[in-house]
């Protein structure tokens, strides 16, 4: 009989070319189920709680998959991490019962996009952080970030590529907050759309910079048209910060680990 088991990660998204499979082997999934399999023995294929795409990096994003070979918890963790790559990492294992999955069962998901609003580049957090060089007008962004609240028609903001069945989505935060050189967007919602918080992002991007009013964002919604909003932004400064389920799970609580900015 196999066992479930559920684990937690932490990714930098640079390394690979998102996390679903790929036929030449560069996704997160692929590393990851390579190293499963040399812990389990023979191949195991995973269910995450959200898809991210090339360049998205996660500090809480969560799997099971099912065992037909009982393994200590360690072994699912430590033993794991010694044949993962570096920019990959369990954090943390835990046996779970059979009817749990980790994207049916997860309740919200928390995104926070980091953006280096300077006039100079990133150099050290290259790849890691979003960058816009002219100034940007904080309380404009914060008034629009407020139209996008509640749940929504999100077809402006979803991916022409988008596979999921229905465009709404509940979206309980949307908040922009600024840390130093550093705008800091955070986005927590029942699910997202294939590339929601990117284009939500570029959205207030482009008030931000006094293209457009806060108002804007209320009428893109009412659109429902990908191509009334701004372009896809950079995926660099996007993680994965939180996936939250019930408590009968017995999951451990979703840490940031993310290192303060400079």
Same mark, same amino acid.
């Given at each position: 009989?196999?066992?479930?088991?559920?684990?937690?990660?932490?990714?930098?998204?640079? &390394?690979? &070319?998102?996390?679903?499979?790929?036929?030449?082997? &560069?996704?997160?999934?692929?590393?990851?189920?390579?190293?499963?399999?040399?812990?389990?023995?023979?191949?195991?294929?995973?269910?995450?709680?959200?898809?991210?795409?090339?360049?998205?990096?996660?500090?809480?994003?969560?799997?099971?998959?099912?065992?037909?070979?009982?393994?200590?918890?360690?072994?699912?963790?430590?033993?794991? %991490?010694?044949?993962?790559?570096?920019?990959?990492?369990?954090?943390?294992?835990?046996?779970?019962?059979?009817?749990?999955?980790?994207?049916?069962?997860?309740?919200?998901?928390?995104?926070?996009?980091?953006?280096? %609003?300077?006039?100079?580049?990133?150099?050290?957090?290259?790849?890691?952080?979003?960058?816009?060089?002219?100034?940007?007008?904080?309380?404009?962004?914060?008034?629009?970030?407020?139209?996008?609240?509640?749940?929504?028609?999100?077809?402006?903001?979803?991916?022409?590529?988008?596979?999921?069945?229905?465009?709404?989505?509940?979206?309980?935060?949307?908040?922009?907050?600024?840390?130093?050189?550093?705008?800091?967007?955070?986005?927590?919602? %029942?699910?997202?759309?294939?590339?929601?918080?990117?284009?939500?992002?570029?959205?207030?991007?482009?008030?931000?910079?006094?293209?457009?009013?806060?108002?804007?964002?209320?009428?893109?919604?009412?659109?429902?048209?990908?191509?009334?909003?701004?372009?896809?932004?950079?995926?660099?400064?996007?993680?994965?910060?939180?996936?939250?389920?019930? &408590?009968?799970?017995?999951?451990?609580?979703?840490? %940031?680990?993310?290192?303060?900015?400079?």
């Amino acid at each position: 009989m196999a066992l479930r088991i559920a684990l937690g990660l932490e990714y930098d998204g640079r &390394c690979f &070319c998102g996390w679903q499979t790929q036929p030449g082997g &560069c996704a997160i999934q692929d590393a990851v189920e390579r190293a499963l399999a040399q812990v389990h023995g023979e191949p195991v294929r995973t269910i995450v709680a959200g898809r991210t795409d090339a360049g998205v990096h996660a500090t809480s994003q969560v799997l099971h998959f099912d065992a037909r070979h009982a393994r200590p918890l360690s072994a699912w963790q430590r033993g794991t %991490n010694a044949h993962l790559p570096e920019g990959v990492a369990v954090l943390w294992a835990r046996a779970v019962a059979e009817d749990f999955h980790a994207r049916f069962a997860a309740q919200e998901r928390t995104y926070r996009y980091y953006l280096l %609003n300077h006039p100079v580049r990133p150099a050290l957090m290259a790849g890691r952080v979003g960058w816009v060089h002219a100034p940007l007008d904080l309380a404009a962004m914060q008034a629009a970030s407020k139209h996008l609240l509640g749940l929504h028609d999100f077809t402006s903001f979803r991916a022409a590529e988008c596979q999921a069945r229905t465009p709404f989505r509940d979206l309980r935060v949307a908040s922009v907050e600024k840390q130093g050189h550093y705008v800091i967007f955070e986005f927590r919602a %029942n699910a997202f759309l294939h590339h929601q918080v990117r284009n939500m992002v570029g959205a207030l991007v482009w008030v931000g910079l006094g293209r457009r009013l806060p108002v804007w964002l209320a009428e893109v919604l009412e659109a429902r048209d990908r191509r009334q909003a701004a372009a896809t932004f950079s995926g660099d400064g996007l993680y994965l910060t939180g996936v939250a389920y019930g &408590c009968e799970w017995g999951l451990p609580t979703t840490e %940031n680990r993310l290192p303060t900015l400079p």
